[in-house]
């Protein structure tokens, strides 16, 4: 039933766009100041920043996607909690990184990126070490609600820096590979999940998803500067 709810959900969503969507008018007037620029030169451009930011990347992206799977992971085979009550656990969750991901705008934006991620991924790491020493439904609640308000913290923040550290004339090719490098970590994180949770069992698997979280908080302060008065300054140039 739940799938057949969800090809019902999919029908629908494709119905809308093809029905009321419509495609942005092409101006085949106008070039690209970037169309010359080819993948290969855009990785030697920003090797640097790749190497740092973009393997903060796959640690923040390996963090988010492994919490959504140890809390049904946990709830299931060591609470030995009913489907019901789990989607109930993890709706909780994804209710709070819903409601407060506007945070994360107004924070970047008034105060700086770091101020962002940084808080965000120390209480994600939290969050996640707190799971296993969880006994039953409602304190895994509210830890669902606590690492979903953390996650809302760090709303678009991997996309606000890839944007901020995109060249002006390589921007699309720059942020495809970027996003790809965060798809690294978001396909990874289930496998080492799970490859961690087979050799040993399931607790070491989520402590370590929480060293990830608290690594990736510990990497972009370190290792990767603060974007927002770069952007700040670019912007001021577009105006002059």
Known sequence: AAFGAFILLTMGTAFFVWRYMEAPPVDDTATA???????????????????????????AQLTRVGWRWAIPLYADSVLGLSVG??????SIGGLFDSLLFYTSGVIMDRYGRKWAFVP?????????????????AVPLAFVSALIG????????????????????????????????IGDIGFFAGPVVLGLIANGLSLQPAVFTMAAFGWGTALWFSLLVPETLERKRVAAAEVGD
């Open 85 to 90: 009550t789990i989607g109930w656990i993890v």
């Open 149 to 180: 308000a953390a996650n809302a913290m760090s709303s678009g923040t991997m996309m606000t820096l890839g944007g901020d550290f995109a060249p002006a004339g390589s921007r699309s090719e720059f942020l495809g590979t970027w996003r790809f």
């Open 120 to 136: 965000s991924f120390v209480f994600q790491g939290l969050g996640l070490a707190l799971i296993p020493l969880t006994g039953g």
């Open 33 to 59: 100041p970037y169309e010359n620029i080819r993948l290969g030169q855009t990785l030697r451009d920003n090797r640097a920043v790749f190497a740092t930011a973009g393997s903060g990347q796959i640690l």
